[in-house]
Nanobody
Framework: QLQASGGGLVQAGGSLRLSCAAS????????MGWFRQAPGSEREFVAA????????YHGDSVKGRFTISRDKAKNTVYLQMASLKPEDTAVYYC???????????????????WGQGTLVTVSS
């Protein structure tokens, strides 16, 4: 299973680091991703990382501010968030896409396992 953590309340302009730990290697996919969902909105792609090669991909709304990374030894993926804005407020979910290819990493339907979500609130 995936366990997400690290959310909290932060002021605009601040930083947070989210973590997503897999309980065992079985839950690590070809791609690991972060999504977010604000109230009344659809789940939005934030970032993904190719587990083996480490190549990263970020959504346009977070490019230059958020960075996804992974620690293979810990079976953990991170999302470093900087220059946070009130519109970044959402529940953040990590996901594991076992068989996804690069062209399909942004739809949430490509992901097989999900963490429970961690709430990030950015105050203005």
């Amino acid at each position: 299973q995936l366990q997400a953590s690290g959310g909290g309340l932060v002021q605009a302009g601040g930083s947070l680091r989210l973590s997503c730990a897999a309980s065992e290697r079985t839950y690590i996919g070809r791609f690991m991703g972060w999504f977010r969902q604000a109230p009344g909105s659809e789940r939005e792609f934030v970032a993904a990382i190719n587990w083996s090669g480490g190549h990263t991909y970020h959504g346009d709304s977070v490019k230059g501010r958020f960075t996804i990374s992974r620690d293979k030894a810990k079976n953990t993926v991170y999302l470093q968030m900087a220059s946070l804005k009130p519109e970044d407020t959402a529940v953040y979910y990590c996901g594991s896409a076992l068989r996804a290819i690069l062209s399909s990493i942004s739809p949430s339907g490509a992901y097989d396992y999900w963490g429970q979500g961690t709430l990030v609130t950015v105050s203005s």
